[in-house]
């Protein structure tokens, strides 16, 4: 029988770092989640639907929003997965340990969802519609992962 050689290619490494502005909007948002743990959401004044993160333009009747409206570390579940297979972060530049629970949360009062980490990696343990709460970091930075992840909260 043949021996099959398994062939990689690398193609070395090299630090690319970058940086780019969230915008105003985002930049609110972000600064409140740094200085404050505050979730802000931005309403639309033709539909009333509230968006988090906030946009500057609704994305339903294409609209300019500037009513600013805060919303509770708490949601719903609507969307997850568990991701089983690692892939590099680019936030950090290294693989993220696997597994780890993945997920879309509609804050209360907003109609968006918001996509971020669950605490949670067995899927059994996970169901839409779950009840789930923002952990946040000790230390932030002005960044969505100032949220660690999101956490269910037992009923
Ligand atoms: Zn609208």
Redesign the pocket.
């Known amino acids: 029988m043949e021996k099959k050689e398994l062939l990689t290619i690398s193609s070395g490494e090299k630090a690319q770092p970058f940086q780019w502005s969230v915008g105003r909007y985002g930049s609110k948002f972000l600064a409140e989640l740094r200085d404050h743990k505050r979730i802000l959401g931005i309403k639309?004044?033709?539909?009333?639907?509230v968006y988090v993160p906030p946009r500057r333009v609704?994305?339903?009747?294409?609209?300019e929003?500037s009513e600013w409206v805060e919303l509770p570390p708490k949601g719903t579940l609507t969307a997850f997965t568990v991701l089983m297979f690692s892939f590099v972060d680019p936030d950090t530049g290294k693989e993220r340990p696997v597994p780890y629970g993945y997920g879309y949360i509609k804050f209360d009062g907003a109609d968006s969802s918001f996509p971020h980490f669950l605490e949670e990696t067995d899927y059994k343990k996970i169901k839409i519609g779950a009840r789930v709460e923002a952990v946040f970091e000790e230390k932030r930075r002005g960044h969505l992962l100032d949220i660690k992840h999101f956490r269910i909260i037992p009923k």
Request: charged fraction near 10%; proline fraction near 0%; glycine fraction near 16%.
């Open positions: 639309c004044s033709s539909c009333g639907w609704c994305g339903k009747c294409f609209v929003m």
